[in-house]
């Protein structure tokens, strides 16, 4: 069960590769309908319903927050991962009819802000595609930072110089091109919000540097969807219900409690939002938390657990479901 | 300290080291203390990147031991109202990586912080402590005159001079205890007035 969420019926209008690695898809609502409001940062999971198995993903809305017509995401192919980004692109084609969720900001703008500085790395640009055009259309100051690994794959790299000018600042790894971030980050008026979505080696620099550097945390806003990762199969024992099931190597411990029949709250499936955290009744073995959301003090004790991404090695789990 | 009654009435805590490129100190009275008690905290070198503002008020005291705290710069201003333009411009020029911390009365933090606010600082990043008199800055509903160093309850109102109750009902943006008339009902009662807020 999606908390505070209803679904959306929609079909895909239009499917664009847009280089290598990433591909775009557009959605609109099968009523012919505008779709729900959202605001920069906002994401929308989408139901990959592909055989007999069902997986749902998180995905950044990139497309202005103005336009409601349409709502895209772009998605990075991952060849090792579950297999989520493989079956859009490659079973994902125009006309078909999927569900997303309605959209949910984990990652919103603090308009308070006096300036917004924000810093992408790779596909984690998408939540910025939507930030900047919100920004951009109500006279907002704002400048973006994008490391990308070559000028061929800064996805939507060309899109942003072309729209926001030198607002938008380019790093490529291959020609060596890093930002200096404590130059950056000292030079800012005071008043600046700080942004940061790519990968988790990224946003962890960036935090510490901030934190370092005198930035207040309420000033320092960052995501990161840890997509679930497979692992070894193991059992689960749901107390509540009476069930005892059986997690799939390339399933998340989320989805096996779903598929079991059991209906559990959650929001993004990312690990951020804190709605599936679910308390653990026992165990024995060894937890692999990817989360985060709780503390390290909550992973430590073993007493709780985030199911959308994290896993478990070990004799035996009874979880409070 | 003072009790959370609402959830409006703001809670002070102890000032403590931040890390930061700058820090800003605005105290009145005994809030010097809290800073040179907080001083014992401070790495080494701390405050050789630091200005402390100072209201020593009318008794005059701490401003040697402030000096003695080596500060980048020390300003003593006679009054709030005389170091205003001074900490607006200070704020306007100023970068990610300076820290505020507020010292002393509640109408000086509470004032300090309206002008931080403006700045574009959240009041939760700011450090803050309570020190000294308890007196209140009110602000009267009814004419919306603000009264300085209330230590009553009731107070009257130094504007419209209607009997108000001082509620803990705070607000942020105008930096004031909110007073509401005690007798609307009728004038002519009188209930006792009180030294509530020493």
């Given amino acids: ?321 | 300290m003072a009790a959370k009654t609402i959830i409006s009435r703001p809670i002070y805590g102890t000032l403590s080291p931040q890390p930061g490129k700058h820090h800003l100190f605005i105290a009145d009275a005994e809030g010097a203390v809290a800073i040179t008690d907080m001083a014992g905290k401070a790495p080494s070198g701390f405050f050789g990147s630091a200005e402390i503002v100072f209201i020593p008020g009318p008794e005059g005291k701490h401003i040697a031991a402030l000096e003695a705290l080596k500060p980048a710069q020390l300003h003593v201003a006679p009054s709030f109202a005389s170091l205003l333009p001074r900490l607006r411009q200070t704020l306007t020029n100023a970068h990610m990586g300076l820290r505020l911390y507020l010292a002393g009365t509640e109408g000086l933090i509470g004032q300090a912080m309206q002008a931080a606010l403006e700045a574009g600082i959240d009041h939760t990043s700011m450090q803050t402590e309570q020190r000294g008199s308890l007196a209140r800055r009110m602000q009267c509903v009814h004419c919306k005159g603000i009264t300085e160093n209330v230590t009553t309850q009731p107070a009257t109102c130094a504007h419209c001079g209607l009997l108000l109750l001082v509620r803990d009902h705070y607000s942020r943006r105008l930096a004031a205890f909110q007073g509401v008339c005690i007798n609307a009902e009728d004038r002519s009662e009188i209930p006792p007035m009180e030294e509530a807020f020493p």
């Fill in chain 1, 1 to 321: 069960m999606s908390t505070g969420t209803t679904k959306l019926d929609v079909v895909v209008s239009d499917v664009v590769p847009v280089n290598d690695l990433v591909t775009r898809f557009h959605f609109r609502r099968r009523d012919g309908e505008l779709l729900p409001t959202f605001s920069g940062g906002a994401h929308v999971v989408v139901e990959m319903r592909d055989g007999d198995r069902t997986r749902l993903n998180p995905y950044s809305l990139m497309g202005s927050p103005l336009d409601t017509r349409e709502y895209t995401i772009s998605i990075r192919r991952d060849d090792v991962g579950r297999g989520g980004s493989l079956f859009m692109h490659r079973q994902v084609k125009p006309g078909l009819e999927m569900v997303i969720s309605y959209p949910v900001n984990l990652f919103s703008l603090d308009l308070r802000a006096k300036k917004h500085l924000m810093l992408a790395g790779g596909i984690g640009i998408t939540p910025f595609m939507a930030q900047t055009s919100q920004l951009a259309g109500a006279g907002g100051n704002f400048e973006l930072h994008y490391t990308c690994r070559t000028a061929s794959l800064g996805t939507y790299a060309d899109v942003l110089r072309e729209r926001y000018g030198s607002r938008v600042r380019l790093y490529h790894d291959d020609r060596e091109e890093r930002i200096d971030l404590d130059r950056l980050l000292s030079s800012q008026p005071l008043g600046t919000h700080l942004y940061v979505c790519g990968p988790a080696g990224m946003i962890n620099w960036v935090r510490d540097r901030a934190a370092s550097l005198g930035w207040p945390s309420e000033t320092v806003h960052f995501e990161h969807f840890a997509a679930p990762q497979p692992g070894a199969p193991f059992d689960v024992t749901l107390a509540v219900s009476g069930k005892t099931i059986r997690v799939g190597e390339q399933q998340s411990l989320l989805e096996a409690i779903e598929a079991a029949g059991v209906d559990p709250p959650y929001l993004c499936r990312g690990g951020v939002c804190g709605q599936c955290e679910t308390n653990v009744i026992s165990s024995d073995g060894k937890f692999i938390h990817n989360d985060h959301w709780l503390s390290e003090e909550d992973h430590r004790s073993g007493c709780k657990i985030m199911p959308c991404v994290s896993r478990f090695e070990g004799k035996s789990l009874v979880l409070e479901r």
